[in-house]
């Protein structure tokens, strides 16, 4: 395995076999999905199957509202009552090949617009490793409590 340029706190480990029409499984058996190409991709789309899309929108979806939480608590604010909504798409890309697009969608309800604003930015700049990791790689658009950020 390659060397991290992080003191690594926690490592999740899975394997994959079969593609994307094949079956993912973490190695301490927490997460176990099959996997099958949606019909709109050309696949079969097999019912209570997942894709890896599915997977990638789980998990940004609870790190960002991790990452929110981290940064209200270190505002001393309350977003406990936080919702996040992360889509996240497939596509064939300008030049060939395929590319993901996420959309988020942050609802904090009981803290004012400005202040679910700026929550929301410090979390996605300075917080969330999969902020980090797909910036400049990915299109990515925010909507904080419905209206789209900047």
Known sequence: MAEHTIEPLVTAVANSTGGRDGHAETTDRSVSVNLSVPRAMGGKGLPDTTTPEHLFACGYAACFGGAVDFV??????DASDARVTCEVSVGPREGGGFGIAVAMAVDLPNLAQEDAEALVTEA???ICPYSYATRGNIDIAFAVNGQALG
């Open 72 to 77: 209200a608590t270190k505002r001393k604010k």
């Open 124 to 126: 996605h700049e300075q």
